[in-house]
């Protein structure tokens, strides 16, 4: 339950799909990461992003399958944007389902933090002065 | 054969996507001194940068061997998310 789309997702449909997997499931965390406009000082007007393809997709589940195994999560799904993206639209989601919250919310933040840690996306901001690639992230 | 990839800001460093390098392999040492008769000094933009490496789709070093048939991307630091 990983994917890198173009296009924008709904975050209700993405839940569903989850809370398909097991009637086990009894507490859900998510995180969605939206576009800001503002950023290290700058004003930002829009966002893009880019993948390697084939590399991405395989940490992505890399970090699924630690988030199910070792954090106790019952399913993750990891649904991350590429292209243009505009202000304030999403950029990236995980939905992480557990038993109980404790497990939903551990699993979602690993999952989060390993997809800027180990997932080669790449980050290029928009702004008044011209584009820049951000190479690092907080 | 060997495929080398580009990505984000270093591929607009180097000013391309990929090139193909006809090579049986050896380190990727080895490698960026193949591309550099290539493409002159592409090794220097690489070094300068924050530059990290995949073989076949996982990090990997400058002392990782690579053989025939092989992908190697030169990437800059991940800011997914």
New interface residues.
Partial sequence: MVRIQEKDFSVDEEIELVKKVSKRIGGIAIFLGTARDFSKGKDISGLSFEHYPVMAERKLNEIRERAIKEFGAIEVSIVHRIGKIRIGENIVLIVAAAEHRKEAFNACEFSIDELKRITPIWKKETAIGGEEWVEQHP | MIKI?F???IK?RVGKEEVILDSKGGSVSDILKALDEDTPRISEILLSL?TMI?VN??MAGMQTLVKDGDEV?F???????
């Fill in positions: 990839r990505f984000a800001g607009e924050k995949a789709h996982e991307a990437i800059p630091p991940f800011s997914g998310g």
